[in-house]
């Protein structure tokens, strides 16, 4: 290439014509080249089938399905399960796949083939997917796409039913376990309740219920004792007064009027009275001090004691007096008037009786009262304790019994959700368009490969005449003169040894150039139209 000269169109045209076996001869020998190698790559059939992922029958409202997560993420799952190496072994033994690699090849290289071989892709807004398999023979690519379509549609149920079932089976150890915690937490709280029986919070009204009858009850029986006593005194001085006025030697006294009855408690006046008197009167101060005060009151212990001295003397006296008197055969017959109060002393010494039985019954009442009032204030007092304890008890109760409600609705459902898949109502795999054989070779794209080296061939030529041109420094043309020496070219020598064999030579070359390019046009015309065909 010469420095300063600017090139023409005429110019690059006239340097190809005068290169031109240099661009024809890479251009043929590349494509002829690459139509071979072409011609002799095996073929490669693809066979693709489409699976839609249909939903469950039964509505999500009415049954909640357990397996949930999107077609992508359990695509990968089955992908991995399905395209395992023993999954693609069992389907290359049984299609005879590989034989002459396998005499070559590790198992483990034909497997990575396979695998490389297999694809699967969502297609359809995530609605459905694909499943292609590319291979050298047609009906064998069909049978290993329809076999990998049902290997999904068999491990999606399979793996859909084990979910559920491994679900189930979680919630029904967890329920297990949650039972056996709250049956635990109810036995707690059954021995709480029996140990501490009437001590509980729920029982206080009922208790402060209780204590209000037994004080009521109480009033009542202090009422009812005082009046037995007082009536108890009124009878122990009309037996006085009868005895009194039964002994001849007593008449008398008899008949004037009873002297009244010592001040409670007075010594000095009880220093001159009878024991008889003495006893009536500590009875009578007995039954008043019962009314108001314990039966514990040291008051209450002394005159006690004091009945208990002169029971003994009032005793003594009435057998002496009974000695002194004369017998029946020489005492005179008793008149009607000494009988009625022999009757009468008989009479109000049986209601006696019946007073101090009263009597007794009602200090016993009292006393079982008081010890009732005892224990149901012992049981308010100690309410708040057992309130306390009882609400740390119900409050583990009441939450393990909310998770053991919780696992038991969820276990229901789950059993169910479980019983959709085994029934196969549930989501399922579903193929849409078949698996076919293929009619063309999916690979290699031979019209593409015969374009490219005819490029690259076209392209190499074309890179040679230009490096050639580049450190070509020989002058030529006029204008080559003219730019290089920059002095005017005053005339040219032709060729004088050409001849009309020369002329005729390159006439033919000229023709055999256009002839070739004519070729090489009308081969790369036929490639076209027989890949587009």
């Known amino acids: 290439m010469l420095p300063g000269r600017q090139y023409r169109v005429e110019d690059i045209l006239r340097i190809a014509w005068r290169r031109k076996w240099l661009i024809v001869l890479p251009f043929v020998v590349i494509s002829t080249a690459t139509v071979f190698v072409t011609k002799r790559l095996p073929n490669q059939y693809r066979s693709e089938t489409v699976i839609l992922v249909v939903p469950q029958k039964v509505p999500e409202s009415y049954v909640r399905s357990t397996v949930s997560g999107h077609i992508e993420d ?3 799952s089955l992908q991995q399960q399905i395209l395992s190496r023993s999954r693609l072994e069992r389907i290359i033994d049984d299609f005879n796949l590989f034989t002459a690699q396998r005499r070559m090849r590790p198992m483990e290289a034909i497997v990575e083939g396979m695998r490389a071989a297999i694809k699967v892709e969502t297609v359809r807004g995530g609605d459905a997917f694909s499943v292609s398999y590319t291979g050298s023979d047609p009906l064998i690519v069909k049978a ?4 990998l379509a049902s290997l999904f549609i068999e491990e999606n149920v399979r793996d ?3 979910l559920a079932i491994g679900t189930s089976d979680f919630l029904q ?11 635990e937490q109810e036995k707690k709280l059954e021995e709480y309740r029996l140990r501490y029986a009437g001590q509980l919070p729920s029982q206080a009204a009922s208790n402060l219920q209780a204590l209000q009858n037994g004080r009521m009850q109480l009033q009542a029986l202090d009422d009812a004792l005082a009046r037995a006593r007082d009536r108890q005194v009124t009878l122990e001085r009309a037996v006085g007064d009868l005895l009194a006025t039964e002994t001849p030697t007593a008449a008398p006294v008899a008949a004037t009027a009873p002297p009244p009855p010592a001040a409670s408690g007075d010594p000095a006046a009880l220093a001159g009275s009878t024991p008889a008197e003495q006893l009536l009167d500590a009875r009578r101060r007995l039954a008043a001090l019962e009314s108001r005060l314990l039966p514990e009151h040291p008051d209450i212990a002394r005159l006690k004691r004091q009945i208990s001295q002169l029971e003994p003397k009032v005793a003594a006296d009435s057998a002496a007096s009974a000695a002194t008197t004369p017998s029946a055969a020489a005492r005179p017959v008793r008149d009607a008037a000494q009988v009625a109060r022999e009757r009468r002393t008989r009479d109000i010494r049986a209601d006696l009786d019946a007073i101090g039985r009263e009597i007794a019954a009602r200090q016993n009442d009292q006393q079982r009262v008081r010890t009732e009032m005892a224990l149901y204030q012992s049981r308010l007092d100690a309410a708040p304790i057992r309130e306390a304890e009882m609400t740390e008890l119900t409050r583990d109760y009441d939450t393990i019994q909310q998770i053991y409600r919780g696992l038991l609705a969820k276990r229901e459902d789950s059993k169910v959700a479980a019983n ?9 795999f579903r193929v849409l368009d078949p698996a076919r054989v293929p009619e063309r070779p999916f690979s290699p794209d031979r019209m593409k490969l015969n374009l490219m080296g005819i490029a690259f061939g076209l392209v190499l030529g074309l890179a040679s005449v230009a490096a050639l041109e580049y450190f070509d420094t020989s002058l030529k043309t006029e204008d080559d003169v003219r730019a290089v020496l920059s002095l005017p070219v005053i005339a040219t020598i032709p060729l004088l040894t050409q001849t ?16 070739g390019a004519a070729a090489i046009v009308i081969a790369i015309a036929t490639i076209v139209w027989r890949f587009r065909g």
């Open 74 to 76: 359990r695509l990968q």
């Open 144 to 147: 290993v796409t329809e076999r």
């Open 160 to 162: 859909r039913e084990m």
């Open 173 to 183: 150890t967890q329920l297990d376990d949650a039972r056996k915690r709250l049956i």
């Open 420 to 428: 959709l898949e085994q029934r196969q109502v549930g989501e399922q």
């Open 500 to 515: 009309m064999g020369d002329v005729r030579v390159r006439a033919r070359l000229r023709w055999s150039f256009t002839a």
